[in-house]
Nanobody
């Protein structure tokens, strides 16, 4: 499955951005699709995902209440709507997919498909 991410950029703190991730060549109907991010000098961390079968959405504590994960199933696309952005949200954001669900949804090593990263920079 190929993942194409887009939508990063520069934004002031408190602003909003929306990232898009379009999947082609397959689906993650038995797994999950979502977003991770990696700031300079830090490990890649889970941000949010949607489970393919149940449609349940999971968020990291650091973005809960600020980020949402709209979907367009017809386009096989997942979005990351980021509101109330903070300086600490600055990172490269990666779209990711996994074919089979398991409870370690936050572990990036369990994801088989990755899009190219897109930079999000939040300034004061």
């Amino acid at each position: 499955v190929q993942l194409q991410a887009s939508g990063g950029g520069f934004v002031q703190a408190g602003g909003s951005l929306r990232l898009s991730c379009a999947a082609s060549g397959g689906t993650f109907s038995r797994g999950a699709m979502g977003w991770f991010r990696q700031a300079p000098g830090k490990e890649r961390e889970f941000v949010a995902l949607v489970r393919g079968d149940a449609g349940r959405i999971y968020y990291s504590d650091s973005v809960k209440g600020r980020f949402t994960l709209p979907r367009d199933n017809a386009k096989n696309t997942v979005y990351l709507q980021m509101n109330s952005l903070k300086l600490e949200d600055t990172a490269v954001y990666y779209c990711a997919g996994r074919r089979i669900w398991n409870v370690q949804y936050y572990n990036p090593t369990h994801y088989t498909d990755w899009g190219q990263g897109t930079q999000v920079t939040v300034s004061s």
